[in-house]
T-cell receptor, first 110, second 115 residues
């Protein structure tokens, strides 16, 4: 069983489109995150939710909107995609100080 | 605030040689420290973690790291490199078991193993 699963794994889309990435964790963790990994492999936090409530919202364009329907899911919706949004997006969950990551979604905007 | 510095964005070692990947951290509270490995086109896999217990931490695949508070370091070592160790390695720090804590990552070190 995959602890943190993201779909899709690859996403290729045109500029201006709207897309969503889904994330689910079956670990029973209270906290979930979205991280962005750029082309230089740098990992930067975007959002953090605890029990469905937003607790960290880094400086991210408001075209990015996370949604947590329950504490096992944290989806990321992106409006009006731009070339600069191309990256790998990682979902993670944590409890008691340890984070578990999904396999990532490689988003390519063309 | 927490931050992590990884010295050396690229490290090359010969197969069978010692692997040493450096990590220094900054933290205003007692930190939790982690090493993650990322293989090409894969997610992040936890290698090992320090959570305020033993300062020498053993992880998977023969890796270990030592927490040195006086040096604010958490360097990763492996006595003998294997070809399969070639990957990207990330050091990370968090505020411990705080609800909703952030994980701050270093910029990564790419390890190449030369046959």
């Amino acid at each position: 069983d995959t602890a943190v699963s993201q779909t899709p794994k690859y996403l290729v889309t045109q500029m201006g489109n709207d897309k969503s990435i889904k994330c689910e964790q079956n670990l029973g963790h209270d906290t979930m995150y979205w991280y962005k990994q750029d082309s230089k492999k740098f990992l930067k936090i975007m959002f953090s939710y605890n029990n469905k409530e937003l607790i960290i919202n880094e400086t991210v364009p408001n075209r990015f909107s996370p949604k947590s329907p329950d504490k096992a899911h944290l989806n990321l919706h992106i409006n009006s995609l731009e070339l600069g949004d191309s990256a790998v997006y990682f979902c993670a969950s944590s409890q008691r100080g340890e984070a578990f990551f999904g396999q990532g979604t490689r988003l390519t905007v063309v | 605030a927490q931050s992590v510095t990884q010295l050396g964005s690229h490290v090359s070692v010969s197969e069978g040689a010692l692997v040493l990947l450096r990590c220094n951290y900054s933290s205003s509270v007692p930190p939790y420290l982690f090493w993650y490995v990322q293989y090409p086109n894969q997610g992040l896999q936890l290698l090992l973690k320090y959570t305020s217990a033993a300062t020498l931490v053993k992880g998977i695949n023969g890796f270990e790291a030592e927490f040195k508070k006086s040096e604010t370091s958490f360097h990763l070592t492996k006595p003998s490199a294997h070809m399969s160790d070639a990957a990207e390695y990330f050091c990370a720090v968090s505020e411990g078991a705080v609800t909703g804590n952030q994980f701050y990552f270093g910029t990564g070190t790419s390890l190449t193993v030369i046959p």
